[in-house]
């Protein structure tokens, strides 16, 4: 009958939209999942009640499997998703999925770190280039990618946006610092040294976020609190942004 | 006492989050400005039915004078913005300001063209290289920056996102493909051509988004509809997002 993707937005059971908010009472079974990306200040209970109805947590492998398009070919099925749903590869492939047998499909936006990060830090958001992106590092799996990311934006003087992963946890934005200035320590390109300009941002999308600006030598060791975390590698600096920055420091 | 810049959200008076809501129902006086985003759903006046206040309409000048930090110095102010009102430097000014005179600030994120626009066309957002925009071409201003931007992404292999002025009018895609096209003739760089492929998205937020794939050529004389319009042109293409692309040809 109808999949719905409802986006949950940033932060706890307060970020959703209105308009979320409806669409979730319209279905006749919701789920929840948390690994694409996790809201920090709400759980499914919280969201639940909020909406006023049961929300069943599902497990990865339940959201990658053919489960949500089975459950969808005869009843009204919601998914609920921390940040704007359709930033995760696993929710596009599933609209498309369910496009593809025929069941009609919805997408509520929610707000995301991709547009909220960069106004917090009172960056130009047409000024970022591409988003990088910091799993942890495995025995056999160091992926540079976010390194080649950044090196390519300062080339062109845009700023990086980082992200950090949230499996098997909260990679905080000091551990994130660290695998990048191991890659640094590899490549010497001077990319991402002690030197380097970030600005931290954590919680955002709550009510008391944290934004803060020095160099990585400085942050590297202070406690930049609860999760998620997030970190910004600023290019070249309008004076307005110099100004906001300094505001953080 | 306060300055609450009110993110909107994409669409209309549902698109706002809960949280939008309350903190609008907080203030003790609410304006909206309609210049750096325009919601396309609704005007000030469905938004305060749905607050259950009245909503004053400011214009730009008012917006950029100190008007709003001389009314937030003993009032709670509230500023309603569409979109994420911190994707507008306007708004990240104001914003640097009134911290500057002790004023407390809050910002309420919304969703935004930023994350929505990739996520409806089927495309990984991490693929995204900087944000064009295209204004309005004058006697004596006719910027190229977004062909440079879609030239520099394009190398990479990147997505870039297009967006269309919408002062004074809402540009079409139709016309903001034409404006390309010109600057195309002009420098032969092989960059947007009629053979170029773009998805453009209209309406993004709303209930019945449009989102069309196509080569410039055949899109140029479609009718796209309602605004707002932008449009994506798709760099290297993973086999999931040329699917996704091949539904919504």
Redesign the interface.
Same mark, same amino acid.
């Given at each position: 009958m109808t999949l719905s993707l409802i986006?949950l +937005? %940033?932060w706890n059971? !307060?970020?959703?939209?209105?308009?979320a908010?409806?669409a979730a009472k319209n279905c006749d079974v919701l789920y929840m999942e948390e690994y694409t990306a996790k809201l920090a200040g709400a759980g499914n209970e919280k969201i639940g009640e909020?909406i006023g109805e049961k929300i069943n947590l599902l497990e990865r492998e339940k959201v990658e499997s053919d489960f949500l398009i089975k459950e969808s070919e005869g009843k009204k099925v919601g998914l609920l998703v921390g940040g704007?749903?359709?930033?995760a590869?696993t929710h596009?492939?599933l609209?498309?999925e369910a496009?593809?047998k025929g069941i009609e499909t919805?997408?509520i936006?929610?707000?995301?770190i991709?547009?909220?990060a960069?106004?917090?830090a +009172? %960056?130009?958001?047409? !000024?970022?280039?591409?988003?990088a992106?910091v799993p942890f590092p495995q025995e056999n799996f160091r992926p540079e990618t976010a390194y080649d990311i950044l090196k390519?934006n300062k080339k062109?003087g845009?700023h990086t946006l980082v992200l950090l992963d949230t499996e098997p946890a909260n990679m905080t934005a000091n551990e994130g610092m660290k695998v990048l200035l191991e890659i640094e320590e590899k490549r010497s390109e001077i990319v991402f040294t002690n030197e380097t300009g970030v600005v931290v941002v954590a919680r955002?999308?709550s009510?008391n976020p944290l934004v803060k600006y020095g160099k990585v030598g400085e942050l590297l060791g202070e406690d930049l609190g609860e999760p998620l975390h997030c970190f910004i590698v600023p290019g070249k600096l309008h004076f !307005?942004e110099e100004?906001?920055l300094s505001?953080n420091k």
């Open positions: 986006s +937005g %940033l059971e !307060k970020s959703m939209s209105l308009e908010l409806e909020e704007d749903a359709l930033t590869t596009i492939d609209m498309l496009k593809k919805k997408y936006p929610g707000t995301s991709y547009s909220v960069p106004g917090l +009172g %960056l130009q958001i047409y !000024k970022f280039g591409r988003t992106s390519e062109m845009l955002a999308g009510e !307005k100004e906001a505001l």
